[in-house]
C-alpha cells in the first residue's frame, strides 16, 4: 500500500462525524475552515451552526450588519477573521455575481483566504489537485520523512508543500486532504502521537530513530505582553456608556465600556488620581458602587487583567467630552452588542446583581 492508500484506509475506519465533511457548498466549507483556523473543533462546532443558521448564504452574510457578524463571532477571538469574511462575502456578490468562485488563484485572491484555506475549500469543495499543508500536517510530515526546519521555516515550508504535491491523491484530493488534517488532529497528535497503533510505524523516521518527540523542532517562546484593564459602568439611570473598539489592537469592532489602560497593575488611589479617570470625570464626585476581582484573559501573546468597576455619577452631571464619544445604552439591551469574552463573562456571571445594580431602581 503507498502513502495515501494508507492514510484513506486509516481515515475511513478513525474519521469524526463533523458536518462541514458532508457537504460541497464551498460556502459551509470556507465558514468552517475560518472558524478552525485558531479553534479547536469543539469549541468551534456550535458556532458554525448557528453562523450558517443565522447566514444561509453568501448573500446573506454580504447584506447583514456588521454588528450581527461579530455578535455571531463573540468569543471566539481573532476577531479579524469575522471581518475579513463579511468583507469577502461583499466582494464575491460583486465580482461573481455571489457564486463562491471555482479556481484555486481566484480563490486565494479573496481577502482572509490563504494558501492553506483555498487548498482546503477547492479540494473539498471542486476536486482540484492542492494539498493542505497547515501546522498538522507539517509535524506528521516532519516526523514521517525526518524533515527538520534547522535550514529556516522557509525552507522547510517549501520542502513541506512539495512533498504535499507529490504525495496528494490527484483523483481524489479532498479526502486525502481531509484524512491528512484528521491524522494530525486526532493520531499523530503534538505530545501523545499513538505510535504503537500506527500505520506508518513501519515508515515513521522520528519512530524509528526515537525521536518523536523532536518533531517538529521547537520554537522560540515570545513573552506574553501583560496589559491591565480597568473597565469603568458608569451608571446613568437605566443606562451605561459604551463604545467600538477602533485602531490596530485586540478586539477591533467590539464594543467596551470606558477604559483605563496600564502596563502594571494600579490601586484604587492611583486610579482615581489618574489622568484617565480625570479624563472621564473632571472633578464630579463619583459614588463607587462595586470594584471586581481581576479577570485573567489570555490571547496568543498577551495576558489582560481585566477590573470592572460599577460607579454611580450624581443626577443631573454635565457629561465631559470624553465621554460624549461613547453610546449610552440602557442596561437591558447591552447584550445585543458584540463584546469580548472578558466583558460578556463579567455579564453573565453578575447578570442579576449588574442588571439590579444599573437599573436605577
Ligand atoms: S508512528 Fe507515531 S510519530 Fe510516526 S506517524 Fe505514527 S503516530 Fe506519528
Not at 213 to 225: D, G
Not at 325 to 354: A, C, D, H, W
Request: glycine share 6%; net charge positive.
Amino acid at each position: 500500500m503507498n502513502f495515501s492508500e494508507k492514510l484513506i484506509g486509516w481515515f475511513e475506519k478513525n474519521k469524526r462525524d463533523l458536518p462541514w465533511r458532508k457537504t460541497k457548498n464551498p460556502y459551509f466549507i470556507w465558514v468552517s475552515e475560518i472558524i478552525l483556523q485558531q479553534t479547536r473543533v469543539e469549541q468551534g462546532l456550535p458556532y458554525y451552526k448557528r453562523f450558517i443558521k443565522k447566514f444561509p448564504t453568501i448573500k446573506d452574510l454580504a447584506t447583514a450588519r456588521e454588528d450581527d457578524v461579530m455578535k455571531q463571532w463573540q468569543g471566539l477571538g481573532y476577531y479579524s477573521r469575522a471581518r475579513n469574511m463579511h468583507c469577502t462575502a461583499k466582494e464575491i456578490c460583486k465580482s461573481y455575481k455571489g457564486k463562491f468562485p471555482e479556481k484555486f488563484e481566484e480563490i486565494l485572491s479573496l481577502k482572509g483566504i490563504g494558501k492553506y484555506t483555498a487548498s482546503a475549500i477547492s479540494s473539498f469543495a471542486f476536486n482540484l489537485p492542492f494539498p493542505v499543508v497547515d501546522g498538522n500536517v507539517q509535524r506528521v510530515f516532519a516526523r514521517i520523512f525526518g524533515i527538520s526546519d534547522s535550514s529556516g521555516f522557509a525552507v522547510a515550508e517549501k520542502k513541506f508543500y512539495s512533498l504535499g504535491h507529490k504525495l496528494l491523491d490527484k483523483t481524489n484530493p479532498g479526502t486525502f486532504n481531509q484524512a491528512i488534517m484528521e491524522f494530525g488532529a486526532i493520531h499523530c497528535t503534538p505530545l501523545l502521537p499513538k505510535c504503537n497503533h500506527c500505520v506508518f510505524s513501519g515508515d515513521c523516521f522520528a519512530l524509528k530513530t526515537n525521536r518523536v518527540k523532536e518533531f517538529p523542532s521547537k520554537k522560540i517562546k515570545v513573552k506574553p505582553r501583560t496589559r491591565f484593564f480597568y473597565y469603568l459602568i458608569i451608571k446613568a439611570g437605566d443606562s451605561t456608556f459604551i463604545k467600538k473598539r477602533k485602531g490596530n489592537d485586540i478586539w477591533i469592532d467590539l464594543y467596551e465600556f470606558p477604559l483605563i489602560e496600564s502596563a502594571k497593575a494600579l490601586s484604587k488611589n492611583e486610579i482615581l488620581h489618574s489622568a484617565q479617570w480625570k479624563n472621564f470625570f473632571g472633578n464630579i464626585s463619583v459614588k463607587i458602587i462595586s470594584i471586581s476581582k481581576y479577570q485573567k484573559h489570555i490571547l496568543s501573546h498577551q495576558l489582560i487583567n481585566g477590573q470592572f468597576w460599577e460607579v454611580e455619577m450624581p443626577s443631573g452631571t454635565k457629561i465631559k467630552q470624553a465621554l460624549k464619544t461613547f453610546q449610552l445604552v440602557k442596561f437591558t439591551n447591552l447584550n445585543k452588542f458584540p463584546v469580548s469574552r472578558m466583558i460578556e463573562k463579567y455579564m453573565v456571571e453578575n447578570g442579576e446583581g449588574f442588571t439590579k445594580n444599573n437599573r436605577g431602581k
